[in-house]
């Protein structure tokens, strides 16, 4: 089974999202005819498939800078929160609230599927943002393999105290990952990003 999966996607060096899919597919299987839980075994064999890919040692560096920049991420939507509270200040708040705007304006142009002009250009939202982000993926999987394992585990661990809740899981992911997001969007918006399009991008890893 290991050599048939790694026949997949054979044009991808080091991680590649889709022999991490199959893999976990065929862990979770063969999990499940053994008695086992699916999820233990998918996850099992996606982590498996991803560390053996990473043998390759620029697909590992990369596959680590994604696992870190989740929780870097986390960290800033963190700092953004603690300014929104008024705790670093006036100054800093009123910055909070602004970027924070520039998120939600963002989404919400997403959401509503809008073109708009920008740099004398039109551009749509929704397509720009998804495009973006599928060309990021394609270019660079072992990073975003890296940001999906560091979600994987955090939601494991934080799951625990529900005793491996299905709903528990879906529902911390989901917070897990707008969290993540959200500061990832952040992120670029400090670094002086305004195209609503490239905020969205962001927020699934895009740098």
Same mark, same amino acid.
């Given at each position: 089974?290991?050599?048939?999966?790694?026949g +997949?996607?054979?044009?991808?060096?080091?991680?590649? +999202?889709?022999?991490?899919?199959?893999?976990?597919?065929?862990?979770?299987?063969?999990?499940?005819?053994?008695?086992?839980?699916?999820?233990?075994?998918?996850?099992?064999?996606?982590?498996?498939?991803?560390?053996?890919?990473?043998s390759?040692?620029?697909?590992?560096?990369?596959?680590?800078?994604?696992?870190?920049?989740?929780?870097?991420?986390?960290?800033?939507?963190?700092?953004?929160?603690?300014?929104?509270?008024?705790?670093?200040?006036?100054?800093?708040?009123?910055?909070?609230?602004?970027?924070?705007?520039?998120?939600?304006?963002?989404t919400?142009?997403?959401?509503?599927?809008?073109?708009?002009?920008?740099?004398?250009?039109?551009?749509?939202?929704?397509?720009?943002?998804?495009?973006?982000? !599928?060309? !990021?993926?394609q270019?660079?999987?072992?990073?975003?393999?890296?940001?999906?394992?560091?979600?994987?585990?955090?939601?494991?661990?934080?799951?625990?105290?529900?005793?491996?809740?299905i709903?528990?899981?879906?529902?911390?992911?989901?917070?897990?990952?707008?969290?993540?997001?959200?500061?990832?969007?952040?992120?670029?918006?400090?670094?002086?990003?305004?195209?609503p399009?490239?905020? +969205?991008?962001?927020?699934?890893?895009?740098?």
């Open positions: 089974m290991s050599k048939v999966i790694g +997949i996607d054979p044009n991808t060096a080091g991680v590649s +999202i889709q022999r991490a899919f199959a893999a976990a597919i065929a862990g979770g299987t063969a999990s499940v005819i053994g008695g086992g839980k699916f999820k233990n075994g998918a996850i099992t064999g996606a982590f498996s498939r991803i560390f053996n890919d990473d390759h040692p620029s697909g590992f560096e990369a596959y680590k800078k994604g696992f870190k920049e989740y929780f870097s991420d986390q960290e800033r939507f963190l700092a953004h929160s603690d300014a929104l509270t008024g705790a670093q200040g006036p100054e800093a708040q009123q910055l909070a609230q602004q970027q924070g705007a520039l998120v939600i304006e963002a919400r142009m997403f959401v509503n599927d809008v073109t708009i002009e920008y740099n004398g250009e039109l551009i749509n939202v929704r397509s720009e943002s998804l495009s973006g982000f !599928w060309d !990021w993926v270019e660079n999987p072992a990073q975003f393999s890296g940001r999906f394992s560091a979600n994987a585990l955090t939601v494991g661990v934080s799951s625990i105290p529900f005793r491996g809740s709903t528990a899981s879906i529902i911390l992911g989901g917070a897990l990952t707008t969290t993540s997001g959200i500061g990832a969007a952040l992120k670029a918006i400090d670094s002086g990003m305004q195209n399009a490239a905020i +969205i991008s962001a927020m699934g890893g895009v740098r």
